[in-house]
Structures are given as C-alpha cells and as structure tokens.
C-alpha cells in the first residue's frame, strides 16, 4: 500500500471502540482515510470512545464518533444517515461489529440467538441499504465484511450460523453493489490478542488452534487490519464478491 493512499476517503467502522475495530480505524487512517466510529451507547464505553477519538484525531485525519446499537435497526440506520450528513458520503464500510456466543442450540435462549444474529448478519443488510446508493452515486465504494473461522466449523452454534450468512450474503450483494462498488468478506482465524477471553470458554483452544496451523502461529490485530485496508486500495479493484481467510492455514479442511 502507497502512503495515504485512502486521502479523502471516508470509513465507517462499526464496533471499533476497541479491539479489531479500533485497529482497523486506525490503520484505514494512517493510510488517510477520515473515520466514523461507531460502537453501543454505553457509559462503560464513554471514555474508551473519547479516547479512540482523540488517538484517530491526532493522526491528522478527520474523525467522529456515532453510537448505535448495531442490533436496532433504527439505529443502525440513523448512524448511517448522521455520518452521510456529516461527510456528505461513505466510501469505505467495514461491519466490523459482531457480538461471540456458542451456546448449544438446545441450551441457547432465543434473545442471545436474536442478538448474535442481528449484529453479525442482518446489520450488514441495513447498512448496505442505507450506503451503497450514496457509493454508486459517487462511483466508488469498498465494504468488507468480517465472517470468521467459526463459519468453517459446525459446534460454534449460532455465531458459526452467523458468519456463515455473513459469506453468503457478501456474494449476494458483490452482484447488486457493481459495477461501481467492491464487497468482500474477511475470515480471520483465533486471533492472538483475543485469545484470554477465548480461554474464559476453553482454557486449551488456543494451544489446540496453533497445532492445527501449518504455520504454527495466530494472527494478529494489525496483521487481519492490513487486509481490510489493502482490500480497500486500488489494488483491488478487480476483485469482488470474495473471502479472505486469514488464520494461518488454521482451518484448511482434513479428513
């Protein structure tokens, strides 16, 4: 990627108060993107917004801040007119926001099922009603979509459901964005700084997930980062309606 190479580009992330969201806001931005940030409404995230804030802001790019609960629909689509009215566009949408759950099925309450789906799947649907127009009436636009290695492996529940619909509704909407607008998928695998909340769940995934890669390894916030920003260059131009895994070699499929 060229040095700002994303000058006078708009990003709306969605869930990046922290974590990979706010990896990626940042990185977008240090590639001169200006940045939407978006998370839940919570006091619990007030000043862990007001800090991602003023980090983006000092990077010298232009940068706001809208909460919304990516699970109403309501919300989700008056953040996607607030930041529109702000910029007067969005061209690049990363629906980045997707709460974990595996609960088995037969276990699972109905409003965890509503909620994990809601977020992780049907929020893409309300967003890309609400920002596509406005990136073909531009004549550009990048979204990507993060799916996960839970789609690839049938006992992660309805967050495997989830980001499973995530791949599939991505090639859907790869033939209705074009010609003018890109929509792409990423996969990541375990990834390394996540891996003590995952231990809370299953003390030996992460020892167990690292022997399946051929590559002995997890990826890292920045590194599935610098896809999502690489997948929004020029570069990429020709390439829609795919999914880029990125877990290692992790969940290549073995009998």
């Not at 839970?150 to 989830?162: E, F």
């Not at 929509?183 to 299953?202: F, T």
């Not at 590559?215 to 131009?237: F, N, W």
């Amino acid at each position: 990627m060229k040095e700002k190479s994303l000058q006078g580009k708009i990003a709306l992330v969605t869930g990046s108060y922290r974590n990979l969201g706010l990896v990626t806001a940042e990185t977008l931005a240090s590639y001169g993107a200006s940045i939407v940030l978006n998370d839940i409404d919570h006091p619990d995230l007030e000043e862990i917004g007001k800090q991602a804030l003023e980090r983006i802001n000092g990077m010298g790019v232009q940068a706001i801040a809208i909460p919304a609960d990516m699970s109403k629909s309501d919300q989700v689509r008056a953040m996607c007119h607030s930041a529109i009215q702000h910029f007067g566009k969005v061209d690049i949408l990363v629906n980045n926001a997707g709460p974990f759950n595996m609960d088995p099925y037969l276990s699972l309450r109905e409003e965890i099922y509503d909620l994990v789906m809601d977020v992780n799947l049907k929020a893409i649907y309300l967003t890309s009603q609400e920002i596509i127009p406005i990136m073909k009436s531009h004549g550009w636009g990048r979204i990507v979509n993060m799916s996960a290695g839970s789609a690839y492996v049938r006992d992660h529940s309805v967050y495997g459901l989830a980001k499973y619909g995530v791949q599939f509704i991505t090639e859907e909407l790869a033939l209705e964005a074009g010609p003018e607008v890109t929509v792409n998928a990423i996969a990541p695998g375990q990834i390394y700084e996540s891996l003590p909340d995952i231990n809370k769940l299953d003390p030996t995934f992460g020892e167990r997930y690292t022997a399946k890669s051929p590559l002995r390894t997890l990826v890292t916030r920045k590194e599935v980062a610098a896809l999502i920003a690489s997948i929004c260059t020029p570069a990429y131009d020709k390439v829609t309606g795919s999914i880029f895994k990125i877990d290692a070699g992790a969940e290549i499929w073995r009998f």
